[in-house]
């Protein structure tokens, strides 16, 4: 079976491509730099695709796969929504809908440096069935198993345990860090793609006009919803789980539907 070859890095964007084809060929930009996503791997000077898929590109250099799965293949820059399910002496393991647990080092939140390390207290509560753990960064941030935090992908390298931060690349803590309240469901990695595409996707455009929200969309297909009113959390997850296989005026109208049974 021979591989498409790629002319130009144009070619195969927004192209549908399945594992084997060659996308893109080094050899022919090399006064470019480029960024691999999910889906992409280099083979010398060949980047081929390694699942089924459909390449795009945003600028000024990157390049990925976009797909619709459940389970979640972590790489570099992604921001997710992450579930602490366990805690050490130097990070907090964390659920991220992965083939491997991610991990969040103690000084990976603004302000942490190992001449400034985060205090941190440990409350232990013990009764007959079970023991309670839950820890406290004093001054900074409640954190105990079971919280959902909003992060971003540092390192993830084969064979290893992603590693996380709750800071943006300048190392503030910008929007990441815990999330209070609202309600998370989980969805394809494909529609969360789609709700943070630019220009804005329909559904959340209709939404956003109508109703007022707060919602923080993960690429490992996790999403939190918060609201005044219970109503409106429910009816913003509900359009938004409805919208993956509608297109665009489908997802108004549903929309708009959605809106006058809580009228």
């Given at each position: 079976?021979?591989?498409?070859?790629?002319?130009?890095?144009?070619?195969?964007?927004?192209?549908?491509?399945?594992?084997?084809?060659?996308?893109?060929?080094?050899?022919?930009?090399?006064?470019?730099?480029?960024?691999?996503?999910?889906?992409?791997?280099?083979?010398?000077?060949?980047?081929?695709?390694?699942?089924?898929?459909?390449?795009?590109?945003?600028?000024?250099?990157?390049?990925?796969?976009?797909?619709?799965?459940?389970?979640?293949?972590?790489?570099?820059?992604?921001?997710?929504?992450?579930i602490v399910v366990d805690s050490k002496a130097d990070n907090f393991l964390i659920?991220?809908?992965?083939?491997?647990?991610?991990?969040?080092?103690?000084?990976?939140?603004?302000?942490?440096?190992?001449?400034?390390?985060?205090?941190?207290?440990?409350?232990?509560?013990?009764?007959?069935?079970?023991?309670?753990?839950?820890?406290?960064?004093?001054?900074?941030?409640?954190?105990?198993?079971?919280?959902?935090?909003?992060?971003?992908?540092?390192?993830?390298?084969?064979?290893?345990?992603?590693?996380?931060?709750?800071?943006?690349?300048?190392?503030?803590?910008?929007?990441?860090?815990?999330?209070?309240?609202?309600?998370?469901?989980?969805?394809?990695?494909?529609?969360?793609?789609?709700?943070?595409?630019?220009?804005?996707?329909?559904?959340?455009?209709?939404?956003?006009?109508?109703?007022?929200?707060?919602?923080?969309?993960?690429?490992?297909?996790?999403?939190?919803?918060?609201?005044?009113?219970?109503?409106?959390?429910?009816?913003?997850?509900?359009?938004?789980?409805?919208?993956?296989?509608?297109?665009?005026?489908?997802?108004?109208?549903?929309?708009?539907?959605?809106?006058?049974?809580?009228?």
């Amino acid at each position: 079976m021979e591989n498409k070859q790629s002319s130009s890095p144009a070619s195969f964007v927004d192209s549908t491509v399945v594992p084997g084809d060659v996308v893109l060929d080094l050899s022919s930009m090399t006064s470019q730099t480029i960024k691999l996503g999910g889906g992409l791997r280099q083979d010398c000077d060949a980047i081929s695709a390694m699942k089924a898929g459909t390449l795009r590109f945003s600028k000024p250099n990157k390049y990925w796969i976009e797909s619709s799965q459940k389970r979640y293949v972590p790489c570099v820059e992604d921001t997710i929504l992450g579930i602490v399910v366990d805690s050490k002496a130097d990070n907090f393991l964390i659920d991220i809908k992965g083939p491997a647990m991610g991990f969040l080092p103690v000084l990976a939140f603004e302000g942490g440096t190992r001449r400034n390390i985060p205090k941190f207290e440990i409350l232990v509560e013990s009764s007959h069935s079970s023991i309670l753990f839950s820890m406290r960064l004093i001054g900074l941030y409640q954190l105990e198993v079971g919280t959902l935090l909003y992060l971003r992908v540092v390192k993830a390298n084969f064979g290893m345990n992603p590693e996380l931060s709750c800071t943006d690349a300048s190392g503030k803590a910008a929007e990441f860090g815990p999330l209070k309240d609202g309600y998370m469901f989980e969805t394809s990695t494909g529609l969360s793609r789609k709700l943070l595409s630019s220009p804005t996707c329909p559904v959340l455009e209709a939404l956003g006009k109508k109703l007022s929200f707060e919602i923080a969309v993960g690429l490992n297909g996790r999403v939190w919803v918060n609201a005044a009113s219970p109503d409106t959390i429910v009816v913003v997850a509900n359009a938004i789980m409805n919208s993956e296989s509608l297109s665009g005026a489908q997802q108004i109208i549903m929309v708009d539907h959605l809106l006058k049974n809580i009228q």
